[in-house]
């Protein structure tokens, strides 16, 4: 493993080849997968600064683990991405400054890696490490005089300098994703001290203000909840997204009323044709695909899961009828995602990337 200089998007699992390689490990064609694989890897892997689920080694060992192939050598490359950014992250903390986004998110940060190292099937200190990680998000920063969420940032979702900063919520950047981490982490039976307390605060924010992409301070110092206004309903941003990260949190403690909330959440949310009518297209990120997915996976942890059965057939239907037009080949906003979708099936776990399982 190296952190050389690799050609651009041949081991992005976003939209490169090990994205395709999914497809093929999943519908059981190794040999094609293979191929992929080899043009992900010609020109080393990244395990520098810029290593995450989606990228570089970590990403590398999430395909080749849903073929159970990752061995001790991506591993251990995993393990020194997940020690040195665990490094900064302390570094980061004990100077008093805001997390970026990028610090804990699911795509480029810590989220994603605590949920690569969750489907490794055992409990390792690093996960355990993480997990805490992301526990200590759920307390307080002080900055400015202020007290702001842990996981508040002081850029925006571009990463230009946002005046006051915000707090992200989205399950792609946003504080959805280390609750969906932690909650699935209670799941598989891998605790750290504070771990439910923390599931709590983070649902709870979303109560509040996971109706909103993020919120800014301007809406926090307004001491009123913002109204959201009318956005694309999505896997990465908005209802869904957020519905399933509550509804696995519900899971997590056992709360029946926040899980029947998340649920009709995402019924009323995709029963609805203005909403509906905001996605043009069928990807796993932003469209069909990605819906589609994500409501499987609430109704099968629904005690009443038959509640979704039309709206499952209908978004199939729209991402079928949408596919075609995907001029990407790739994993989150191309065919392959897309077709994943379509097919149904996760015996191999890869809905595990988007934190929905």
């Known amino acids: 493993m190296t952190a050389a200089t690799v050609p651009p998007g041949t081991q992005d699992l976003s939209e490169g080849a090990l994205g395709m390689a999914l497809l093929h490990i999943e519908r059981g064609d190794l040999t094609a997968a293979r191929q992929n694989l080899v043009l992900a890897v010609a020109g080393g892997v ?12 970590p990403a590398l060992e999430f395909v080749l683990g849903r073929a159970g192939r990752a061995g001790g050598g991506v591993h251990a490359a995993v393990d020194r991405v997940v020690d040195a950014r665990l490094a900064a992250a302390r570094r980061r903390r004990e100077s008093g400054a805001l997390p970026p986004l990028a610090e804990f998110d699911l795509i480029r940060g810590l989220s994603g890696l605590g949920a690569l190292l969750l489907v490794r099937g055992s409990a ?13 998000l ?30 992200n919520n989205g399950v792609a950047h946003g504080i959805a994703g280390p609750l969906a981490v932690l909650s699935l982490a209670h799941r ?5 001290p504070g771990q439910l307390d923390a599931i709590g605060v983070f649902a709870r924010w979303l109560d509040a203000y996971g109706g909103s992409y ?10 009123e ?22 509804q696995l949190a519900a899971l997590a403690l056992g709360d029946s009323v926040r899980r029947q909330a998340a649920e009709d959440t995402l019924v009323r949310t995709l029963s609805s044709p203005v909403h509906l009518a905001r996605i043009t297209d069928a990807t796993l990120c932003h469209g069909w695909a990605g819906l589609v997915t994500l409501t499987r996976a609430v109704a099968a942890d629904s005690p009443v899961p038959d509640r979704f059965r039309p709206l499952i057939t209908d978004l199939n239907t729209r991402l079928a009828d ?17 077709r994943l979708a379509l097919d149904g099936t996760d015996s191999t776990g890869w809905t595990s990337a988007l934190l929905i399982t």
């Open 46 to 57: 990244s395990a520098g600064a810029n290593a995450s689920l989606f990228h570089g080694a």
């Open 124 to 136: 390792p200190s690093r996960l355990t490490d993480v997990l805490a990680y992301l526990v200590a």
């Open 138 to 167: 759920s307390r307080p920063a002080h900055t400015g005089g202020r007290e702001l969420p842990g996981w508040w940032s002081a850029a925006g979702p571009d990463g230009k300098e946002m005046n006051g900063g915000h707090g």
């Open 188 to 192: 598989a039976d891998v605790h750290v």
């Open 214 to 223: 993020w919120t800014t301070r301007a809406q926090m110092d307004a001491g």
């Open 225 to 246: 909840l913002p109204v959201p206004e009318p956005a694309r309903p999505s896997w990465c941003y908005g209802p869904p997204g957020v519905a399933r990260a509550q």
């Open 322 to 338: 949408d596919l075609h037009r995907l001029t990407k080949p790739g994993f989150m906003e191309g065919r392959s995602g897309a």
